[in-house]
Structures are given as structure tokens and as C-alpha cells.
């Protein structure tokens, strides 16, 4: 059976591309689905791949996935700094749950240092651009083929 990965990405990721290529690079939305698509292929994953401005699309997502994804790719964007009501979503899914963030944002202001989307992943990769979302999916794919 195909494993499914849902790959949730929060505020402002839709302007991917189109403003601040010095923080996020050049790549649209478009083109970081496309990548995520063409991994997911490779490894033999299905991809979900959602783009909400709003803090209750992703909440009910997350909770979707509890009956309809395997696994869950999660860039809250600015949500991961602010949002109890979305890691306990993500908690209460019990699926795996890896964490990632296009920028490193550790290396920018403090506010960006914690995230509560960190508390329910497995793990979080930060600062590698879009090729976060293509190690995610590799290590993804070994946590549901374990
Ligand atoms: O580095 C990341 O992936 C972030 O999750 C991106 C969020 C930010 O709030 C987080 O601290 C780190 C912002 C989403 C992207 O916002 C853009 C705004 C204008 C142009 C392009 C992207």
C-alpha cells in the first residue's frame, strides 16, 4: 500500500518567490511542489501538498490526518511561533511528524527561536531552502518503511 505524506505549509508561503529572495529564495509555491512531487515519486510516497493562510485549515488538516495521511511534512510559517491550538492538532493526529523551515531561524530574530510545532516532530530541519523538503521526504519515507 502507497503510504501518504501530507505536506502542510502555513502563512505566507503562497508569496514564495514573489517577495524577500534574500530570506526564501526564488522558487515559487509551484515549483517547491513540483520538487516535493518528483521526491515523493522517487521514494514511492503519495504527496498532500496544502498551502492555508488560515490557522483553522491547518488545524483541521492535521487532524484529518489522523484517518488520511501517514505522515506529515509541517511548515506552520509564522504559526509554528504562536500556535498551542495547532501542536496539540498535530499531537492529537499521532502521526509522525517532521518539522520544516525554509529560512534558518535561529539565525534571525528571537521571536522565530522557538516553535511550538517543534514539540510534536520527530524531528526539524531549518536553513537548507527548499531541499529541507526533499531530506524530510527521505527521512520520512524510513521512518514508515521502519
Ligand atoms: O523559514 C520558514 O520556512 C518560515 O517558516 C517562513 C515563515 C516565517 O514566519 C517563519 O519564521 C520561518 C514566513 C513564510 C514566508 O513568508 C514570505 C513572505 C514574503 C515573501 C516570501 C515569503
Not at 501517514?70 to 517532521?98: Q, R, W, Y
Not at 523551515?101 to 522565530?112: D, G, K, L, P, Y
Amino acid at each position: 500500500m502507497t503510504k501518504t505524506v501530507l505536506i502542510l505549509n502555513g502563512p505566507n508561503l503562497n508569496m514564495l518567490g514573489l517577495r524577500q529572495p534574500e530570506i526564501y529564495g526564488r522558487e515559487t509555491l509551484a515549483d517547491l511542489e513540483a520538487l516535493c512531487r518528483d521526491k515523493g515519486e522517487a521514494l514511492g510516497l503519495a504527496v498532500d501538498f496544502r498551502q492555508s493562510n488560515s490557522e483553522g485549515d491547518l488545524i483541521t488538516w492535521a487532524q484529518e490526518a489522523r484517518t488520511k495521511a501517514d505522515g506529515l511534512l509541517v511548515n506552520a510559517g509564522g504559526f509554528s511561533h504562536t500556535s498551542v491550538a495547532l501542536m496539540d492538532a498535530l499531537l492529537a493526529c499521532e502521526k509522525p511528524v517532521i518539522e520544516v523551515h525554509i529560512s534558518n531561524i535561529f539565525r534571525r530574530e528571537t521571536f522565530r527561536h522557538h516553535s511550538y510545532v517543534s514539540f510534536a516532530a520527530r524531528g526539524v530541519i531549518c536553513g537548507l531552502g527548499p531541499k529541507g523538503y526533499t531530506i524530510a521526504l527521505e527521512a520520512m519515507a524510513e521512518i514508515l518503511a521502519a
